[in-house]
């Protein structure tokens, strides 16, 4: 897999090392992939699916949102809402599917919002083949996916939309139903006839989806630098048709049936094998799906479910609840009839009535029908038995034997009636729980959101407890005469207090188009161009002379994450970049106080500068430092060359060729200025002329290295210079 480099968007690379969550679009033809695909993305990114047939339950615990799109104003809407960093469009013609005819609309739309949202990854994942030799009715769908490639290919072109187009053989999961190597599975364990497109001879390839889960991972942690990708995937299952068929032939004796296969002939629009290594070259993607023993898993466990079925289709039959109250209530009656008959002779029972009994334990189990019912089967009974000994005139016809009708529809719609207002109390119970909990989830959720922007707001208040003696101590830091001090203290408080080590201060002459590097944490030593044309730069230039902070949020190649002006008297002076900066680091908590620094900053250098002016320090008529100044701002260097804040070379200036040094041999003050005036214009404004301690001349460059020695020195023999390179333990 490539290494992580600069020019990898922080947004991207950052949220992965700081567990920051990414948006990731999934549209198109979504139901080309089933629920394990998403399971198998990373929980680093949040998906946003769009027209996926899934439940949304299934997965609400994962790092997924379902949304059903209706028209193109929900889907603009998704794309407002959310901050997508790459967008997946699947295409509708993944397996060798015909139906594509709104594939070029949908496409056309979804670049269209990317381009609109400034979305700068793209991956079209299409079929592994394009039929150029497609005739008849294959020739509208190639023209079409041709359209959709020349489309691609120019928003990458034109828009400046990152395009990888990912050509891929038949995407299968082994789930029954939901893909064409299941439904093939399916057919042949059913028994079926099963149609395989293309030739008995006809190569193709077979790439789980977990396996193109993990591709993409890789490609959504290390994005693709090129503007356009056309690339095909190989999966590790190169087979014939004829060798898929005898493996399905071998699965179908599971069943001791007999795989019946035919092939129509037609491989136009059938995925091929392609063989490509870029995957594998690119991001180390191996795959590792073996699809024979996925079929053979599968094949197993569509066996073993289906005689689970069948095995339960009987419980199933039993668990009817309105036949099992009919079984209840022949049983129970009869068993009540039978208890009144054996005990009609017996003194002991006759004061008990079975029926009643029976009708208590139906209402009480079953509720108010089942009572009812169970009372009109007592009173059948009660008929039944005592039409023996009582006319059915005189049984009907008088009141006084109403009475155990009564009692029999009286018990059983009473407790038949509280039997179902306990279930209904339960059931509103447990209805008016199960909102609870879902009110309780989803007030913890928001709290946890609140206070996790609770706790990030409160970062971005610069007015913490400490601020004020956080605050005492840099500007008492700052508070220096000199120059060289500000800037020295400058990287060490913003090292301290922001937290990044990659801050660089550029001194500008007004009008001149280059910036000059002073001073730079040690860990972009190196990063950090001596020079900088910013005119090159027009972007961060603008913010400069706006007197704004440049925040570097759209990765652009070659500039600082940050950058914040120096002004004196409203010209600009100066700048202070921050080189480069993590995920967690580009918000406004860290611009805030990092524009905070540096007008302290400003200020402090601006007070230095015009101290510096004011109290002289120089031999008169010349930008050389006298002796004390000299040696003040050479210590100064010293201090920052030790904490490898920058380099620099000292040179001992020597007169006419002569080892005389300038100020012994010609103590003119009119010989300084005109050595001074030539030197002046061979070097840089932060290059520092002065007198050393033995009255010698001296030329200090700095941010120059031993290595770079031989342009100066080149540049000032050339002009009659003469001189001699201070080692750094004189």
């Not at 400034?118 to 294959?138: H, K, M, Q, V, W």
């Not at 187009?165 to 093939?184: A, D, F």
């Not at 759209?554 to 914040?564: H, I, K, M, S, V």
């Amino acid at each position: 897999m490539k290494e992580y480099d600069k020019s990898i968007p922080p947004c991207i690379w950052g949220g992965l090392r700081k567990g920051i969550k990414v948006d990731i679009l999934f549209a198109g033809n979504t139901a080309a992939v089933s629920e394990g695909f998403y399971n198998a993305i990373g929980r680093e990114y949040r998906c946003v699916v769009l027209n996926n047939a899934l439940a949304k339950d299934k997965l609400k615990k994962k790092n997924i949102i379902f949304f059903r799109s209706s028209g193109d104003e929900d889907t603009e809407h998704i794309f407002r809402s959310f901050n997508f960093e790459t967008v997946v469009f699947f295409s509708q013609a993944l397996d060798g599917e015909k139906k594509i005819f709104d594939e070029l609309e949908k496409l056309e739309y979804i670049l269209y919002l990317c381009r609109k949202r400034s979305i700068g990854n793209f991956i079209y994942i299409t079929g592994n083949r394009l039929p150029d030799d497609a005739e008849d009715g294959e020739a509208s769908r190639a023209v079409l996916l041709n359209a959709c490639e020349q489309l691609c290919r120019r928003s990458a072109e034109s828009e400046k939309i990152n395009v990888q187009l990912l050509r891929m053989p038949y995407l299968y999961h082994t789930v029954i139903k939901t893909s064409h190597v299941g439904r093939w599975l399916e057919t042949v364990l059913d028994g079926k006839t099963l149609v395989l497109p293309g030739y008995e001879g006809t190569e193709t390839d077979f790439v789980r989806e977990d396996d193109l889960a993990q591709l993409l991972n890789r490609m959504f942690d290390d994005p693709w630098e090129e503007p356009y990708l056309d690339t095909n995937v190989s999966g590790r299952n190169k087979l014939t048709f004829g060798e898929l068929a005898a493996i399905f032939s071998e699965l179908a004796k599971y069943q001791d049936t007999s795989a019946q296969v035919v092939y129509n002939g037609k491989d136009e629009c059938t995925p091929t094998y392609q063989k490509d290594d870029w995957a594998r070259r690119e991001y180390g993607w191996i795959p590792r799906a073996d699809i024979k023993e996925d079929l053979r898993d599968a094949a197993q466990n569509y066996i073993r479910l289906n005689r689970k079925k069948k095995n339960r289709a009987l419980a199933h039959f039993m668990s009817n609840r309105l036949l099992r109250v009919t079984v209840e209530q022949l049983v129970l009656f009869a068993a009540a009839e039978a208890l009144n008959y054996v005990t009609r002779n017996n003194i002991m029972f006759n004061f008990l009535d079975f029926r009643l009994v029976y009708i208590a334990i139906i209402a009480c189990m079953n509720g108010l029908g089942a009572g009812a019912a169970a009372a009109v089967f007592a009173s059948a009974g009660y008929i039944i038995s005592n039409m023996s000994a009582v006319s059915w005139q005189v049984l009907f016809f008088n009141v006084q034997n109403w009475l155990p009708f009564a009692c029999y529809l009286l018990l059983g719609c009473v407790l038949g009636y509280n039997t179902d207002k306990a279930q209904d109390e339960i059931k509103s119970r447990a209805q008016e729980y199960k909102l609870l909990e879902e009110k309780y989830a989803f007030l913890h959720e928001l709290y946890t959101e609140v206070a996790q922007g609770k706790e990030r707001f409160n970062n971005q208040i610069i007015g913490y407890k400490d601020s004020f003696g956080k605050m005492y101590s840099v500007v008492k830091k700052l508070n220096t005469t000199l120059p060289e001090m500000v800037f020295y203290e400058a990287v060490d408080i913003c090292e301290e207090l922001l937290g990044n080590s990659h801050m660089a201060i550029y001194s500008i002459r007004p009008g001149s188009p280059f910036a000059r590097l002073y001073v730079c944490s040690k860990r972009c030593i190196d990063s950090a161009g001596r020079s900088l044309k910013i005119t090159d730069y027009p972007k961060l230039l603008s913010s400069l002379k706006n007197n704004e902070t440049f925040v570097n949020r759209q990765a652009l190649d070659g500039y600082p994450a940050y950058a914040t002006p120096i002004n004196r008297d409203g010209v600009l002076v100066g700048m202070i970049l921050i080189m480069d900066a993590d995920y967690s680091q580009m918000n406004i908590e860290f611009s805030n106080k990092l524009r905070i620094m540096s007008d302290m900053i400003q200020d402090s250098l601006v007070r230095a500068m015009e101290f510096y002016e004011m109290n002289g320090g120089r031999v008169e008529n010349t930008r050389i430092l006298d002796a004390d100044k000299f040696e003040e701002i050479l210590s100064v260097k010293r201090q920052m060359r030790k904490k490898q804040y920058l380099d620099y070379v000292l040179l001992k200036i020597v007169s006419n060729g002569s080892r005389e040094t300038a100020a012994t041999a010609e103590t003119s003050q009119g010989m300084l200025a005109e050595l001074g005036k030539r030197l002046g214009v061979l070097v840089r404004e932060n290059d520092v002329l002065g007198l050393g301690e033995d009255g010698s001349l001296y030329l200090l460059l700095s941010q120059t290295g031993r290595n770079d020695i031989k342009t100066v020195a080149g540049r000032l023999r050339k002009n009659g210079i003469v001189f001699e390179e201070v080692s750094e333990s004189e």
